[in-house]
């Protein structure tokens, strides 16, 4: 099992900038990848950014409208996954929930965070 805690959402006008943490306790020998998925009233969930470790090398990939604006970043030492939102739009307000995906053998498993708000007004 993995348990993920967030952090970091609020309150942020357009043009500002919030960055979200989101730390991982438990197995966390068999996560692969770690990211950042959003929820905006009446829609579905969507993917905003994921980062991939492999070796000393990590991957990433985000949706077309936050390319540019949002970075996503990890720490393993602390286990640990960051989202910095720069350049915040009223349309990135949602709740955002960290995602994280833990293989073992032939069984990949999805644990998520509880989320967290992300309000921006225009």
């Known amino acids: 099992q993995v348990q993920l805690v967030e952090s970091g959402g609020g309150l942020v006008q357009a043009g500002g900038s919030l960055r979200l943490s989101c730390a991982a306790s438990?197995?966390?020998?068999?996560?692969?990848?770690m990211g950042w998925y959003r929820q905006a009233p009446r829609k579905q969930r969507e993917l905003v950014a994921a980062?991939?470790?492999?070796?000393?090398?990590?991957?990433?990939n985000y949706r077309d409208s936050v390319k540019g604006r949002f970075t996503i970043s990890r720490d393993n030492a602390k286990n640990t996954v960051y989202l910095q939102m720069n350049s915040l739009k009223p349309e990135d307000t949602a709740v955002y929930y960290c995602?994280?995906?833990?293989?073992?053998?032939?069984?990949?498993?999805?644990?998520w965070g509880q989320g967290t708000q992300v309000t921006v007004s225009s």
């Open positions: 995602n994280a995906k833990g293989t073992l053998g032939p069984v990949t498993n999805n644990y």
């Open positions: 980062i991939t470790s492999g070796g000393s090398t990590n991957s990433t």
């Open positions: 438990g197995s966390i020998f068999s996560i692969t990848t």
